[in-house]
């Protein structure tokens, strides 16, 4: 082999070696970029045992929205913080995601000054759905300053016909001539608020999502001894419409706020059976571990 020959070789070589080292240099920061989010998301657990501050809270949501089209939302009857990922004009698929209660409660007896959640999990798997045109949507009074807030809106009527509606404008917002379908997906209350979207008006939903929610919240106020939410609507006036939208709801083996048993029961008693596949997640609860695997628990059911 000539000098040449042996120079030409050893370049090759070593663009070969470069490239494989690119893409293995590649992989390794991508899961480690993975591994520091699901730590991150351990971090906020452990904050989120102390009670963070509104201001806190709210630099948290920022972080989590730095990428999106995030604002705040004003309807006639609530503001509401939103966030648009991803934004694609050729896909027309629009999906829903819905914050949960939130920390509408100190104690169990105890009412919240600020709902704004301590950790914000709906707004983190909508972070984490690598779809596009994801819309996120806080729950009222969630983030905002708004004079029309008062506890009762984040308590006995946080599933009222105007907590829906104003959650429905928002939607409407964002939906144009060329919307074709609409997943939603909620996590805890913010399931029994997507069902209801769905059931109450004319909107081309394909497909409901819940996750750890309590889609009847009379059943779900019986089961915890608690008093009946005074004010809110509940799903069983909207059950006919319901059974023709195909359903996935993901339930906790752990969860005790919202077990499976309870969850089966709405289901049944609404008559939600056919319609609706149930994904028991054996080591998950209430909170842990729904943000942390999202990418993958989508993949069981998007294939």
């Known amino acids: 082999m000539s000098i040449m020959q ?17 893409r293995l240099q590649i992989q390794r920061a991508w899961h480690l970029c993975q591994a520091l989010f699901i730590s991150c998301i351990a971090l ?21 929205l730095v990428d999106s089209e995030a604002k705040i939302v004003d309807t006639k009857y609530f503001s509401h913080q939103v966030a648009f990922f991803r934004r694609n004009e050729t896909n027309n698929k629009l999906i829903v995601y819905i914050e949960g209660d939130g920390y509408a409660w100190k104690s169990r007896t105890t009412v919240s000054t600020n709902p704004t959640p301590l950790r914000p999990v709906a707004a983190i ?8 045109n994801i819309l996120y949507i806080a729950r009222p009074c969630q983030y905002v300053i708004d004079k029309r807030c008062h506890k009762n809106i984040w308590t006995n009527r946080r599933y009222s016909n105007e907590v829906i509606a104003s959650i429905y404008n928002v939607i409407q917002g964002y939906i144009t001539k060329k919307t074709d379908g609409i997943e939603v997906l909620g996590y805890s209350g913010g399931g029994l608020i997507a069902m209801m979207l769905s059931g109450s008006y004319d909107l081309p939903v394909e497909k409901i999502v819940t996750i750890a929610a309590n889609i009847d919240h009379l059943e779900w106020t019986h089961y915890h001894r608690v008093s009946p939410l005074l004010g809110s609507r509940n799903i069983s006036e909207v059950a006919d419409k319901l059974q023709k939208i195909k359903q996935v709801h993901f339930v906790g083996g752990e969860d005790d706020n919202v077990p499976f048993k309870l969850l089966r ?21 209430h909170h842990c571990c729904w943000a942390e695997q999202w990418p993958e628990l989508l993949q069981t059911i998007n294939k």
């Open 6 to 22: 042996r120079s030409k070789h050893h370049t090759l070589c070593h663009s070969s070696l470069s490239n494989t080292l690119s």
């Open 265 to 285: 029961k709405s289901i049944e008693k609404n008559g939600l059976n056919e319609i609706s596949m149930i994904i028991n997640k054996r080591r998950f609860d």
């Open 125 to 132: 798997m909508a972070n984490r759905d690598n779809r596009n």
């Open 44 to 64: 906020l657990n452990m904050a989120c045992s102390s009670s963070l501050s509104p201001e806190q809270r709210g630099a948290l949501l920022d972080s989590i």
